[in-house]
């Protein structure tokens, strides 16, 4: 049996961790009490403009969905872009060369995207070996800043893949597609390889404010052009035709016999894909307002 003085000590010492316990839960509450009753602190929009002029582009676009002020600022800062210049390249060997001198080239940091936005242009590079998740981003930012553009140049591997962004396949599906025509490297036989699409209407127009339109073609790229009427996505999808001032096909000048890679050129061949693209843009409609441009 213990001693009065064992009881009595032991009995302090429950009462001291009791009390030890309340006193922390009363300060945590006083605490709780006194942060929650703060008045906070609302920083001026001029401010956060301040703040967004040294973020990087996919922060600001991640960043649109922390709060509506945060939206409404940086989509205020979007509707200044009027130039828009989408590049399909090997940004490895682009990265190389610059040589770590990109200055405001931004890499997106789990994609092979490469961003420079300023006031009022924006010029996207995205790897020519790209993957399903880079081409889906892609897509996603031609769709945002493309919105205010007046000016829009893309390669025409870049607008094949609108067109399938805005069609009934899946892009998840159009990546594999793409795949299998890399294995191809532009050659005769990609010329009868196909997609099938069912018609989608949209009420909505891509870009509704562009003026004027490039779309630039590399030697490997000529097959695109037939293949965009396969997507069954009319051109008013794309641009409001009506109020397009300047429609522009940057071709490459075949001097040589042989391409780079030694196989022959046949600019019979060439000019198939191009009367097929020709078709498809309704030319007749753009009348004097088509041209093509050799480089």
Aim: with cysteine; proline share 3%.
């Amino acid at each position: 049996m213990p001693s009065l003085k064992q009881f009595v000590g032991r009995r302090f010492h429950q009462l001291q961790r009791k009390f030890i316990n309340e006193s922390n839960f009363l300060s945590s509450r006083c605490k709780k009490k006194l942060f929650f009753g703060k008045e906070e602190i609302q920083l001026p929009e001029a401010v956060w403009s301040k703040v967004f002029d040294f973020c990087t582009p996919f922060d600001l676009m991640k960043w649109k969905r922390v709060c509506k002020q945060w939206n409404e600022l940086i989509n205020h800062r979007f509707e200044g872009i009027l130039y828009l210049d989408v590049h399909r390249l090997d940004t490895h060997i682009l990265l190389d060369e610059l040589n770590g001198t990109h200055g405001e080239l931004y890499e997106h940091p789990s994609a092979q995207i490469l961003f420079h936005l300023n006031a009022h242009c924006v010029t996207i590079i995205v790897n020519d070996r790209w993957t399903s998740r880079d081409v889906q981003k892609i897509f996603d930012a031609i769709r945002m800043f493309g919105r205010t553009a007046h000016t829009i140049t893309v390669d025409a591997s870049i607008l094949e893949l609108i067109l399938a962004g805005l069609s009934s396949m899946d892009l998840g599906r159009w990546h594999a597609f793409q795949c299998y025509l890399r294995t191809l490297n532009g050659s005769v036989q990609e010329d009868s390889v196909h997609v099938h699409c069912v018609t989608c209407n949209s009420d909505s127009i891509l870009w509704p404010n562009l003026k004027e339109l490039s779309v630039r073609v590399s030697l490997n790229e000529f097959p695109c052009l037939s293949r965009l009427k396969d997507y069954n996505v009319n051109p008013e999808a794309i641009m409001d035709v009506e109020n397009l001032c300047l429609f522009r096909l940057c071709l490459p000048v075949l001097e040589n016999e042989f391409s780079s890679d030694g196989s022959p050129v046949c600019r019979r061949r060439y000019n198939r894909h191009v009367r097929q693209f020709r078709q498809w843009i309704a030319v007749e409609t753009l009348q004097e307002r088509y041209c093509q441009q050799y480089f």
